[in-house]
């Protein structure tokens, strides 16, 4: 079965259900629902929030888990936030300390320490 689009592929504005049906008795129920918050993330975002969830919200293995960089796995958590309302419209604060101390452990190529602390993500650069 093919999974529900959350916003309309032509305005981009969000979908409203007009029917619901059960498929075992039959019945069906018609009006005007509204789909769940998450029904408007693209697929790819569902996935990266099941793997965040798996990952219990480690960057660190996230990166591990999609062979992605930090500043990527970053950018996609504040894209998520975006689509779901919960952004602020401001950058994410930085902890540069951190940043650092991952580039001084191997953990962290410099590029991508810049890429991140300038806010373009690794898929961004040309």
Known sequence: MAEVMGNCPVCGEAFTVSELHCTKCNSSLKGEFELCEFCRLTKEQKYFVKMFL???????????????????????????????????????????????????????????AVSFLTGQSEEDKI
């Open 54 to 112: 798996k990952n219990r919200g480690s960057i660190r293995d996230m990166e591990k888990e999609l062979g992605i960089s930090y500043p990527t796995v970053r950018n996609k958590i504040e894209e998520i936030n975006a689509a779901l309302g919960l952004s602020d419209g401001r950058l994410p604060s930085v902890n540069v300390s951190e940043v650092l101390k991952r580039i001084k452990a191997g953990e962290l190529s410099v590029d991508s």
